[in-house]
């Protein structure tokens, strides 16, 4: 009766190891190689030894977002001052129709921080179908290179410009100057639309579409009346014509535009970066508590399976 209850002990405290669950996934090769009465503790302290390597991995990474972002965040507030005084002057209107559209996506050069760099690919790809039309040209000019490969697989012949690794150097105006001369030299516009992730907190971002017009479009927005008609009311001083004061204003308000889209969207990536990580921290913690447990149970199930073996080894002599 001993025996007989012994081995009823052994097989329930084995029967719960081998069924499978999504958290071990085990081969079944090592399901063949450990037989079918328990689960080797070695696979399961090699599980635990991987889960926690990636948990020390997903904090460093935390510790490291939590860092520039601390550093980059300083800089887009200061930059908030630059293209406000435009908006006043020029306004901001994104309701404005015109044939050529030239949508700039701004996104990251890495992954690992959420939604992020698809939020600002379906915003993109969204005004393109809301500017679309029979007589109308629209064009993608890319930032990033998250938005360069969602973008490629159906809108490949719509790109004219990609530039990536943008974070590669510290971002300041003058690097991010450059890039706006370059899209300008190279694209044909009557309106730039950026499209970009606007910074609120560490666990919050706000897509955000950004409008620059072509000096062309100003000036026939400004012979039309409405917000920009004011334009007409200040004095110009200087030899310069009111074509050639547009034309500066228009490039220097996109550079400045540019150069907040940027640092919002990395002070963004950044902030959901810390997120993303924190979560997965915390997640293979709860992992690394579920695999222990099975461990213990292994155990106490291998030894159970030992005590019975001698049992009925002495049990057979005495016999």
């Given amino acids: 009766m001993a025996m007989a209850a012994l081995r009823r002990e052994s097989r329930r405290f ?71 005084p435009f908006t006043a002057l020029l306004g901001d209107t994104p309701s404005v129709d015109v044939k050529k559209n030239v949508i700039v996506t701004v996104s990251a050069d890495k992954g690992l921080c959420g939604g992020i760099n698809s939020t600002s690919v379906k915003v993109s790809k969204a005004l393109y179908r809301l500017t679309s039309g029979p007589e109308k040209e629209n064009k993608y000019v890319i930032l990033g290179e998250k938005a360069k490969a969602q973008l490629v697989r ?74 920009l008609g004011e334009l007409d009311s200040y004095e110009i001083e200087g030899g310069d014509t009111k074509s050639e004061i547009l034309q500066n204003l228009s490039e220097f308000q996109f550079s400045c535009v540019l150069f907040n889209a940027v640092l919002e969207n990395a002070c963004s990536e950044q902030g959901a970066r810390m997120s993303a990580m924190d979560s997965s921290s915390r997640n293979a913690g709860e992992m690394l508590d579920r695999l222990t447990l099975t461990y213990n149970r292994t155990r106490q199930a291998s030894i159970t399976t030992e005590l019975t073996e001698i049992i009925s080894g002495a049990s057979a002599l005495e016999g």
């Fill in 14 to 84: 084995a029967t719960p190891l081998i069924t499978p669950t999504p958290i071990y996934s085990l081969r079944s090769e090592e399901h063949a190689a450990i037989g079918v009465r328990y689960i080797s503790t070695q696979i399961v302290r090699n599980r635990m030894k991987s889960v926690k390597n990636i948990q020390k991995i997903t904090k460093a990474m935390k510790m490291v977002a939590a860092s520039k972002l601390r550093a980059i965040q300083t800089k887009a507030e200061n930059s908030r001052g630059l293209w406000q």
């Fill in 154 to 227: 159906d809108s490949k012949k719509d790109i004219v410009l990609s530039l990536t690794e943008l974070q590669k150097n510290p971002l300041n105006y003058t690097q991010v100057s450059v890039l706006a001369d370059e899209i300008l030299k190279n694209v044909e516009f009557d309106a730039l639309r950026i499209v970009y992730n606007k910074f609120q907190s560490v666990v919050s971002f706000v897509p955000t579409t950004a409008t620059v017009l072509a000096p062309e479009i100003v000036e026939r927005e400004c012979e039309s009346g409405g917000k």
